[in-house]
C-alpha cells in the first residue's frame, strides 16, 4: 500500500494560513505537505515522529544577512561585547591571537562596538601589540573597521596620515587613527579575507550549521562575491559557484537566495536587438534563477553606511555631530541610470539605504526606473529603511516596495541611535508599525553577523522594541507577536517571490518548519529570547535536532 513519508504530530502548528491557522498533525511526501489534521486520517506513513506537544511554525526565513561574512567571522577573533567587554579585553585577545599566528598573517577579529568599549581602538596600540601582523578588526555595523599600520601599507596606503579620503581614513590632529569606513573598509575587508578554497568552503559549513541552529530554514545572502580585483562584500569573484560546491559537497542543507553585489555586475555588451547595452553578471543570468535550494535573488547595492559608524546618509546632521550627514557611496545620476538598465533587464534590487536622505534616493531611482521600463509587481527592496517620515513610508508602499527594517537592532543599538539621531528621530529608527499597520508586508532578517542571528532575537526586538536601556523605540512601531512571526515567514517569502512554496504551512508547500520550546504568544514579550530551537526540519527531513 502506498505510505507517505512522515506525518509529523502531536504539535501545535501556527501555519501562517489563514484558511487553516493552527493544526496538530502535518503530512509530507517528497518534500512537500500533502495534508493537515483530518487530510490525513487513514493515510500511512513510513515515518511517524511526535514533536512532544511543542509549538512550530514555518521555518524562520532571514531575509537579510551575510552568509558568507558569518562564517569567515566565526573563524575569526570574537570582540562582540559579551566576548571582550572591556578594550583591554579586546587589545589582550588580539595580542593572543598575534602570538599564536604565523609571522606576517592577517589577524582578524569582528564585532566590535565603540559605545560599549568607551571609544574606538587605537592604531598605535595595535602596532604595538601585533608585531608584524597586519591586523583587521571589523566593527559590529559591518561599515567600519580598525587597522593597523601593517595593514594600511599592505593595501596602498604608504602614509595614512595624507592618503585617502578623510571622511573614510579617520584622522585626529593629522594621524590616521586606524579607523576606515564604508569602501575603504570593503576593499580592505576583501584583501584580508583571501583563503584559500578549503577555507572558504569550511566556512560556508559554519554559517550552515551555526544558522540551522537558530532554525533558519531560508537565508539570504545579501551581497554575494566580488569583482575581480576583490572589492566587494562578498568572499571571491567566484562566490555563486562556490556555493555551488557547497551543496553538492553537502555542507548545507538551507535554502539559499543569492544577492550579487553590485560590483560583480559589469559591462555585457549587446545582450540582443532589444537590449544594445546589457549591464549585470555573465550569460545574462538575473533574479530567479536556480531551484528551491539555491538561487539567485535581487542585485544588492549599498548606498551609504551606518548609523553606528556616523556613515548613514542623513538630510540633517548627527545630532552627536553637527558637522557630520554621513557618506553617500554613489553619484545619484549614475545610480539612477544603473538601477533603470538593471531593472529593464529583470533584476530586482535590494538597496542598502539607512540613512533618511539615501531612501529618497534610492526611491527616485526606482520609481524612474518603472517609469521608463513598466514591469509589473517588481518588489524591489529597499534594506534597512533606517529613517523614513510617513510621507516617505506612504511613498514606498505606493511604490510597491518591500520595506527590510531590523528588530535584531533595538536591543543593543537602540539606545545609540537615540544619542546619534537625537530623540525624536531615534525613536522612529528602524520603523515597522508605520508599514504594517499600513497594510504593507514586511520581511524578517537580522543583518547578521552585523547583530546576533537568532530570529527570537529579532523576533523580540520586533514586539518590544525595547533598547538594553529600558526606551521604547516608538510605541506605535511595535508588532503584535502574529504580526512579528508573519513578517519572519510569510513576509520573507513574500519579499523573495517564493511565498507559492514557501512561508506558510499549506498543502503543496515545502515542509520547511521550525519547533521551538515554548509558544512565543505564552511568554512575556521580553522573554522570548529566552526560548528555544527544538528542531529544524527542512523539506520534511529534521536538519538539527537539539536533543542530539
Not at 578594550?87 to 598575534?98: C, G, K, P, S, T
Not at 582578524?108 to 559605545?115: E, I, S
Not at 586606524?178 to 578554497?197: P, Q, S, W, Y
Not at 537625537?422 to 514586511?442: L, P, Q, S
Request: hydrophobic share 40%; charged share 25%.
Amino acid at each position: 500500500m502506498f505510505a507517505i513519508d512522515t506525518i509529523f504530530e502531536n504539535a501545535r502548528f501556527q501555519t501562517m494560513d489563514p484558511a487553516h491557522p493552527w493544526a496538530t498533525r502535518i503530512g509530507v511526501y517528497d518534500g512537500k505537505i500533502v495534508g493537515l489534521d483530518g487530510d490525513l486520517d487513514g493515510v500511512d506513513a513510513r515515518e511517524h515522529m511526535d514533536l512532544g506537544g511543542h509549538y512550530a511554525c514555518p521555518g524562520f526565513h532571514d531575509a537579510h544577512l551575510h552568509f558568507t561574512g558569518l562564517g569567515a567571522n566565526l573563524n575569526q577573533v570574537d570582540l562582540r561585547p559579551v566576548s571582550a567587554p572591556t578594550m583591554d579585553e579586546l587589545y589582550v585577545r588580539i595580542h593572543e591571537a598575534a602570538r599564536t599566528t604565523p609571522a606576517g598573517k592577517w589577524i582578524l577579529g569582528w564585532g566590535f562596538n565603540q559605545f560599549s568599549l568607551g571609544g574606538f581602538p587605537q592604531r598605535s596600540v595595535l602596532d604595538s601589540i601585533a608585531g608584524d601582523h597586519p591586523v583587521f578588526i571589523l566593527h559590529i555595523s559591518n561599515h567600519a573597521a580598525v587597522i593597523n599600520t601593517q595593514a594600511f601599507r599592505l593595501a596602498g596606503f604608504d602614509d595614512p596620515d595624507t592618503q585617502g579620503d578623510p571622511s573614510l581614513v579617520i584622522r585626529e590632529d593629522g594621524v590616521a587613527t586606524g579607523l576606515v569606513k564604508d569602501t575603504v573598509c570593503f576593499r580592505i575587508m576583501a584583501m584580508a579575507n583571501r583563503v584559500d578554497e578549503a577555507t572558504l568552503l569550511h566556512q560556508l559549513s559554519l554559517a550552515a550549521d551555526y544558522t540551522l541552529a537558530k532554525g533558519i530554514t531560508t537565508y539570504e545572502d545579501a551581497g554575494t562575491g566580488t569583482d575581480r580585483d576583490g572589492n566587494g562584500i562578498g568572499q571571491t569573484p567566484g562566490d555563486i559557484g562556490l556555493f555551488q560546491t557547497a551543496y553538492e559537497q553537502g555542507l548545507i542543507h538551507q535554502r539559499g537566495i543569492l544577492m550579487p553585489y553590485f560590483a560583480a555586475m559589469h559591462d555585457l555588451g549587446e545582450l540582443s536587438t532589444d537590449i544594445p547595452h546589457g549591464f549585470g553578471i555573465d550569460l545574462g543570468l538575473r533574479t530567479g534563477f536556480g531551484d528551491d535550494m539555491l538561487s539567485i535573488g535581487p542585485f544588492k547595492i549599498i548606498l551609504d553606511g551606518a548609523f553606528n559608524s556616523l556613515s548613514a546618509y542623513l538630510k540633517e546632521p548627527y545630532a552627536s555631530d553637527a558637522g557630520n550627514t554621513g557618506v553617500f557611496s554613489w553619484d545619484p545620476e549614475e545610480f539612477k541610470r544603473d538601477v533603470a538598465i538593471l531593472h529593464r533587464e529583470g533584476w530586482r534590487m535590494a538597496v542598502h539605504a539607512i540613512g533618511d536622505r539615501s531612501v529618497d534616493i534610492a526611491l527616485d531611482a526606482i520609481e524612474n526606473a518603472q517609469r521608463l521600463y513598466p514591469r509589473h509587481d517588481m518588489r524591489h527592496r529597499l534594506e534597512h529603511v533606517g529613517l523614513a517620515d510617513d510621507a516617505t513610508v506612504e511613498r514606498i508602499i505606493a511604490d510597491g516596495i518591500v520595506p527590510n527594517p531590523q528588530g535584531s537592532f533595538m536591543h543593543d543599538n537602540g539606545d545609540s541611535y537615540l544619542r546619534l539621531l537625537g530623540d525624536e528621530r531615534g525613536r522612529r529608527a528602524y520603523r515597522m508599525g508605520a508599514f504594517v499597520h499600513r497594510g504593507a508586508v514586511i520581511p524578517g532578517s537580522t543583518d547578521a553577523p552585523c547583530a546576533p542571528v537568532d530570529p527570537l532575537i529579532s523576533l523580540e526586538g520586533m514586539v518590544t522594541r525595547r533598547t538594553a536601556g529600558g526606551e521604547v523605540l516608538g510605541e506605535d512601531e511595535r508588532l503584535t507577536v502574529d504580526e512579528a512571526l508573519r513578517a519572519y515567514t510569510y513576509g520573507s517569502a513574500y519579499a523573495a517571490k517564493k511565498e507559492d512554496v514557501l512561508g506558510t504551512l499549506a498543502r503543496g508547500k515545502y515542509a520547511d518548519i521550525v519547533v521551538l520550546s515554548g509558544d512565543p504568544h505564552d511568554v512575556e514579550p521580553d522573554s522570548i529570547h529566552e526560548l528555544s530551537v527544538e528542531q529544524t526540519i527542512v523539506g520534511g527531513v529534521v536538519r538539527y535536532d537539539a536533543g542530539r
